[in-house]
């Protein structure tokens, strides 16, 4: 084994442990429906994230949410893999806004998935989101203060 697959697998042990013990702290007692998530930033940082549901339901935060944020409160703006597992005996892949949501950070993220029986699904976010949002497509011109968007910005 090459040391890059070596220091690659143990970043990959790494997301899967932060992802689990997020999932541990899941606050979701109305759907009882627990979620943990990790992402790895292109430096190599891991960051995770647990839904947090509310009495509002609408005001829930999906986990892969969470680890975005705390990503981008360390500083990390890139992202390279997200981890995410469930109390779901299947894979469950992120939903549609985690996926739009994760694609602003990493649109060529590789995205990770394992469930209660212990099986493990990968795609590209490609797959997930063929059409990804992206503001810049859609309006011309400078925008926005130096520093605001993920890209550009290390
Ligand atoms: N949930 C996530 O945390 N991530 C997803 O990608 C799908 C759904 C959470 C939100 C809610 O707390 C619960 O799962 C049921 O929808």
């Avoid at 739009?100 to 989101?129: H, Y």
Wanted: proline content about 5%; glycine content about 10%.
């Amino acid at each position: 084994m090459t040391r890059y697959e070596m220091e690659s697998d143990t970043k990959l042990a790494e997301l899967r442990d932060t992802a689990r013990r997020a999932m541990e702290r899941a606050y979701s007692p109305y759907s009882g429906f627990c979620v943990g998530a990790a992402v790895e930033t292109r430096e190599g940082s891991v960051h995770g994230g647990c839904n947090v549901e509310n009495a509002s339901f609408s005001v829930t935060i999906c986990a892969e949410r969470v680890a975005i944020g705390a990503a981008v409160t360390s500083g990390g703006r890139k992202l390279k893999r997200v981890y995410v597992c469930s109390t779901s005996a299947e894979p469950v892949p992120p939903c549609g806004v985690c996926r739009q949501a994760l694609s602003e950070f990493g649109p060529d993220l590789e995205v990770i998935s394992e469930g209660m029986d212990g099986r493990v699904r990968t795609w590209t976010l490609a797959d997930l989101l063929p059409e990804q949002f992206r503001l810049e497509d859609h309006v011309a011109g400078p925008r926005s203060e130096p520093g605001a968007r993920a890209e550009g910005h290390s």
